[in-house]
């Protein structure tokens, strides 16, 4: 679960805006909604059951990537393999702290704070962090922020990089 970076990053944008230049916020939202909350407390309830990886790594795959990436030949394997190769998985605590934060976390009383230039780029299938959040959080921050669409899932990164990178490059440039 990778959802806290951006927390912290609007964090970062409001109480340090006379250090911070410009911020891009990527799959983000002012809080959690309850279904990925669901979701991801039954990964949780996985760990907790000592369930082989596989099962909570394919769990969330749906959620975290688009149909079209998952389609591709292997893919899932592929996926699978790379978290069953991580040399340092979350722990279950680690994995509960991290819950119990996002599930505190709210912003969108304060994102009018923001006064830097801001990127925003939502997966137009992010089911996570949906586009009409992300256009949410855009709105609350004003005239600051752009929003960049582009496709993919929650882990628009890994699906579309290439994208991901020219966005910001042209934001920072």
Not at 26 to 31: I, L, Q, V
Not at 85 to 98: A, K
Not at 108 to 131: F, M, N, Q, Y
Request: net charge negative; glycine share 6%; charged share 20%.
């Amino acid at each position: 679960m990778g959802l806290l970076g951006v927390y912290i990053a609007q964090n970062i944008a409001k109480r340090y805006r006379d250090q911070v230049k410009k911020i891009v916020l990527m799959n983000t939202f002012y809080s959690l909604t309850k279904l990925p909350e669901m979701v991801f407390e039954l990964v949780g309830d996985f760990h907790r059951m000592n369930l082989p990886l596989v099962y909570r790594v394919r769990s969330v795959l749906p959620w975290v990537y688009s149909e079209k990436f998952l389609s591709q030949p292997n893919q899932i394997e592929n996926l699978i393999n790379f978290a069953e190769q991580n040399p340092h998985p979350q722990s279950l605590v680690g994995y509960e702290r991290q819950l119990e934060a996002l599930k505190l976390f709210e912003s969108r009383s304060w994102l009018h704070e923001i006064k830097l230039p801001t990127l925003i780029i939502a997966g137009e299938e992010d089911i996570i962090a949906p586009v009409a959040g992300a256009k949410e959080v855009q709105n609350r921050i004003g005239n600051h922020a752009q929003m960049t669409v582009i496709p993919g899932g929650h882990a628009s990164p890994i699906e579309q990089p290439l994208e991901v990178v020219n966005a910001i490059l042209g934001f920072i440039d």
